[in-house]
């Protein structure tokens, strides 16, 4: 006789994983979540969001990439979970929302609970860091299509702002500055060519502090600079294509972005794998974030704003200007 559970799934053991990542999960809710986690969809009341005129819900969906196997082989899977959080988050604020909810979907090839409660605590640090909810999500075995061992995420979150002061760069022209935040190290893009730079070993004995940092959520700096009134007129979250297909998704037709290479320091993640790949500066800014995770395009004055803005935990300093153009991504 063969059952479910021979061929692979053991239902018993996801139900156990619910109910011990339960206080994890609740840990990240507010009282705007209804239901607990468990039922078939979760409820969140926005009666309490008065201050909205005409609010607009912004969606993202975003997953971690080949990084998870580097999480996976130096055991940090934490990591993981909290750079599934960041990666879409950030993406969330470019808008200007404020980040509400948050869902995953934990896909593996046999559920090993203690690894999982692991990538579920990442999440909610995340969620946490960002000050939003996470609601809940999926886990699935899926037996003979993942390796022994290996797993993949994918989240899902919401956020919410006011049509009147959604961020749309409409308003980005000639003279504008462009605003770097630091990095924490590659974040999740680029893991395909960085896996087989650095084998396993040295990941796991010294390039982890490097290459496995969890990614950076801007979250807090962004919403305390718009709480204080500071005219944003773009966002761009530095990920998949770099400088040059991020910061493009955000310039008017009439405008170039210029960048200053030399305006910031180059980490020595960045280095060393330009250093072993042996490709040119064109392809690194295009595949990395080079250090700057995030970018603000900002007139000269509200820099003067900025600059006096208390509660920023990140640095940050001018990276570039907007000049007059076709729509180009120039590095310097």
């Not at 770099?242 to 998704?249: K, L, P, S």
């Not at 064109?282 to 990395?288: D, S, V």
Request: with cysteine.
């Amino acid at each position: 006789m063969i059952d479910y559970k021979k061929s692979g799934v053991d239902i018993d053991k996801g139900n156990s994983f619910v109910k011990q990542i339960k206080p994890i999960v609740n840990s990240t809710k507010s009282k705007r979540v209804l239901e607990d986690i468990g039922s078939f969809a979760a409820f969140y009341d926005i009666k309490e969001f008065k201050k909205y005129n005409h609010p607009l819900l912004v969606s993202s969906t975003d997953g971690v990439g080949t990084k998870i196997k580097l999480c996976i082989a130096a055991d940090r899977l934490e990591v993981a979970g909290y750079d599934l959080v960041a990666m879409n988050v950030n993406d969330i604020i470019t808008t200007g929302a404020t980040p509400l909810f948050f869902l995953d979907y934990f896909a593996t090839s046999r559920l090993d609970i203690e690894a999982g409660k692991k990538v579920v605590k990442g999440i909610a640090k995340g969620c946490r860091d960002s000050e939003m909810s996470l609601v809940g999500g999926e886990t699935a075995e899926l037996p003979g299509f993942y390796k022994k061992d290996e797993f993949d995420l994918a989240g899902f979150s919401v956020g919410i702002v006011d049509k009147s002061k959604a961020i749309t760069s409409k308003k980005i022209k000639s003279g504008d500055l462009l605003i770097g935040l630091p990095s924490s190290g590659p974040h999740s893009n680029g893991y395909s060519l960085i896996r087989k730079l650095f084998n396993t070993k040295e990941v796991k004995d010294y390039w982890y502090r490097y290459i496995l940092q969890p990614t950076r959520i801007y979250v807090k700096d962004v919403l305390n600079l718009l709480d204080k009134g500071l005219d944003i007129k773009g966002m761009a979250h530095i990920t998949g294509g770099g400088f040059y297909d991020n910061i493009e998704r955000i310039l008017p037709k009439d405008v170039n972005a210029i960048i200053d290479k030399s305006s910031w320091k180059i980490g020595k993640a960045f280095k060393e794998i330009q250093k072993r790949a042996k490709i040119r500066d064109e392809k690194m800014y295009r595949t990395f974030n080079m250090g700057i995770g995030f970018v603000l395009v900002l007139s000269k004055k509200e820099y003067q704003k900025m600059s006096i803005i208390k509660g920023m935990k990140s640095k940050f300093h001018i990276i570039g200007r907007i000049e007059k153009g076709r729509r180009e991504v120039k590095i310097i």
